[in-house]
């Protein structure tokens, strides 16, 4: 106790607790519009793809500010979903395969520009391959300021748009015969994500970023089918998990808070299949078993029913 009592009280252990934490519920809560319109996988490319918008911003730069790479990253992601946008329509791919050629393609541009700086007369470029894996000790209280006003800005927009986006998640075509501007929701859902993506890659970094947007989204989904209460629970759960892997990895020398933040949202997952009240594997189970005693019982009422009425013939 006295050991997590220090961690708690430290400034900067409060600064990387709360950017990590506000950065688990924006994830959460956008990654479940991302999770019902079946792009799971659009957020593990929008990661990918802001690498390279890192970089660029740091060699037009030479200055390592978490803001410049929010633009740099941003800008790169929103190239990247109008490349996966042109990819399927004016092609016969599908937009997974789309997805699957920008992901490379910048992931790849985005290593190259990295080895470029690291041979470089860069100054100052220690440090900036910490993004692949995320490094969130090295938040300061600048950055975690921008990513709560980021976090805030994302939970307000979906706050105010719910309606919208829950209809374009479920039904586009009755939302657009509504008069609903379906491809401007889904854009500005899009930019979201981007801005979510790009938000939490300093503290996650761009290879595990996609498992924060996801995992909690699917594990609020064993919990409950209505939607409010679904984006409820998932930005819960990320924040939960977002705060059970900063305190854990501060307890542990040596061990990184984003693999850790995964690690947390995969066991809150785990005991939500195993828990669900009604999609989980022990309420499956439950509920076969209680469909099987009622089964045997009515077979033997109908068996005593039977042999009452042949003893009475």
């Given amino acids: 106790m006295a050991n997590i009592w220090s961690m708690i009280t430290d400034p900067n252990m409060q600064w990387i607790f709360l950017g990590c934490t506000l950065l688990g519920l924006s994830s959460g809560v956008i990654g479940s519009f991302s999770y019902l319109r079946k792009q799971s996988l659009m957020g593990d490319t929008l990661a990918h793809a802001a690498l390279p918008g890192i970089c660029i911003a740091f060699m037009l730069t030479g200055i390592k500010s978490i803001g410049l790479f929010?633009?740099?990253?941003?800008?790169?992601?929103?190239?990247?979903?109008?490349?996966?946008?042109?990819?399927?329509?004016?092609?016969?791919?599908?937009?997974?395969?789309?997805?699957?050629?920008?992901?490379?393609?910048?992931?790849?541009?985005?290593?190259?520009?990295?080895?470029?700086?690291?041979?470089?007369?860069?100054?100052?470029q220690?440090?900036?391959?910490?993004?692949?894996?995320g490094q969130a000790a090295s938040m300061i209280g600048?950055?975690?300021?921008?990513?709560?006003?980021?976090?805030?800005?994302?939970?307000?927009?979906?706050?105010?748009?719910?309606?919208?986006?829950?209809?374009?998640?479920?039904?586009?075509?009755f939302a657009r015969g509504l008069g609903y501007p379906v491809a401007a929701l889904e854009q500005l859902l899009m930019l979201l994500m981007v801005?979510?993506?790009?938000?939490?890659i300093?503290?996650?970094?761009?290879?595990?970023?996609?498992?924060?947007?996801i995992t909690p989204a699917v594990s609020a989904r064993y919990w409950t089918n209505k939607l409010s209460l679904m984006v409820i629970l998932s930005g819960i759960f990320g924040a939960a998990s977002g705060a059970i892997g900063t305190l854990f990895s501060a307890s542990v020398s040596n061990l990184p808070t984003g693999p850790v933040t995964v690690l947390a949202a995969t066991v809150v997952f785990v005991l939500s299949i195993l828990f669900g009240p009604q999609r989980g594997l022990v309420a499956k189970r439950l509920m076969r078993q209680r469909a099987k005693e009622r089964f045997v019982q009515e077979r033997e009422i109908t068996i005593h029913d039977n042999a009452k009425k042949e003893a009475a013939v």
């Fill in 126 to 133: 220690a440090g900036l391959d910490k993004f692949l894996f």
């Fill in 202 to 213: 300093q503290a996650v970094g761009v290879v595990l970023v996609a498992a924060l947007l």
């Fill in 195 to 200: 801005v979510a993506v790009v938000a939490g």
């Fill in 70 to 124: 929010l633009i740099g990253a941003g800008l790169a992601g929103v190239v990247a979903t109008f490349g996966i946008g042109y990819i399927t329509r004016h092609t016969k791919l599908k937009q997974d395969a789309a997805m699957g050629i920008v992901l490379s393609s910048f992931f790849g541009l985005g290593i190259v520009l990295l080895t470029v700086i690291q041979h470089g007369n860069y100054g100052n």
């Fill in 142 to 173: 600048s950055d975690v300021i921008t990513m709560s006003i980021v976090c805030v800005v994302l939970l307000s927009v979906c706050a105010l748009l719910f309606k919208q986006f829950k209809l374009i998640s479920f039904d586009p075509g």
